[in-house]
C-alpha cells in the first residue's frame, strides 16, 4: 500500500489511492472505481484527471474506459524529477532575492543617529 508516500510529490490522499486501485484492481468501470475507493464520481475523475497529468496513468482508450496506471518505478521518477525542478526554481527566485537585498543594503548608508532627549535650557 502506498499511504501517504507520494504527497511529497504533490499527490493528494484520492489520487494515491486510485492509482494504488488502478495497478492492483481489474476495475473497468468509473462507478466501480468510486464505490471500492469511497469516493464519488466527481472526485474520482479529479483524482483520476490529475493522475494523467501528473504522468502516473495513460489517458484512456476510448470514451467512458478508466486511464491505463503507468508503470510506477517510471512515473515516480518523472514526479521526483518534477519536484526537483520546482525546487531548484525556488531556490534561484529565494538568491535572487537574496542579491535584492545585499544590494539595497549596500546603498542605503546610515546617517547620524537621531536622539529623542531634549535638554530643556532654564
Do not use: N, W
Request: net charge negative; proline share 7%; with cysteine.
Amino acid at each position: 500500500m502506498i499511504e501517504g508516500e507520494l504527497r511529497s510529490l504533490g499527490l493528494g490522499a484520492a489520487e494515491e489511492r486510485a492509482y494504488e486501485a488502478l495497478l492492483t484492481e481489474r476495475t473497468v468501470e468509473a462507478d466501480e472505481l468510486a464505490r471500492l475507493l469511497e469516493l464519488s464520481r466527481d472526485q474520482l475523475e479529479s483524482a483520476l484527471d490529475r493522475l494523467v497529468e501528473q504522468g502516473l496513468a495513460l489517458p484512456p482508450p476510448d470514451c467512458g474506459a478508466l486511464p491505463r496506471p503507468a508503470a510506477p518505478a517510471a512515473a515516480i521518477r518523472t514526479l521526483i524529477h518534477r519536484r526537483q525542478a520546482e525546487l531548484h526554481l525556488k531556490s534561484a527566485e529565494l538568491e535572487q532575492l537574496r542579491m535584492t537585498a545585499d544590494r539595497l543594503a549596500s546603498r542605503l548608508t546610515p546617517g547620524p543617529p537621531v536622539t529623542t532627549d531634549r535638554v530643556a535650557r532654564t
